[in-house]
């Protein structure tokens, strides 16, 4: 098991966000909002030297609805290397978007620079335990396959 610290920002009032702290493989920190409604997990498109552009067998799973935004222009990439603490995630298949949007919102409340969103394909790939109250989250090294 892998326990991680999370932060979590009030971007206004009562609107919280849960960040996560990762690595690249080149040690770059980066931040990722756990977002438990995404299905899939999202990378920052202008993230270039962290992913490849895949084809995808199946492009409506990775296509992407933003709240008054409509459809937004998604493409699947895989990415290289990600680590939170000791867990190493390889070649994981993300949804690729343009989060600028996101980051122009959090240069105004914070200093943190988001890389992405942490979904459900993850979250439940390693059985993610989120506790509030500790603020941490956990990733189970040995979540049985049957779960997923």
């Known amino acids: 098991m892998t326990e991680i610290p999370l932060q979590i920002i009030e971007l206004e009032h009562d609107n919280f966000h849960i960040l996560i702290e990762g690595h690249f493989i080149d040690e770059t920190p980066v931040y990722w909002i756990i977002d438990t409604g995404a299905s899939k997990t999202v990378l920052d498109v202008n993230l270039h030297p962290f992913y490849e552009v ?3 067998d199946n492009e ?3 296509q992407s609805a933003g709240i008054n935004q409509g459809m937004m ?4 990439g895989k990415m290289h290397y990600l680590r939170f603490d000791d867990l190493e995630i390889t070649n994981q298949k993300v949804a690729l978007i343009d989060l600028n949007h996101v980051n122009e919102i959090y240069e105004k409340y914070t200093a943190y620079r988001i ?4 979904g459900g394909d993850i979250l439940m790939q390693y059985g993610c335990t989120i506790d509030y109250g500790a603020k941490t989250i956990q990733f189970q090294d040995d979540f049985p396959d049957s779960f997923r």
């Not at 222009?73 to 699947?76: G, I, L, W």
């Not at 890389?115 to 942490?118: F, K, N, P, S």
């Open 73 to 76: 222009e998604t493409s699947v």
């Open 115 to 118: 890389a992405g969103l942490l």
């Open 54 to 56: 895949v084809d995808s």
């Open 60 to 62: 409506d799973d990775y």
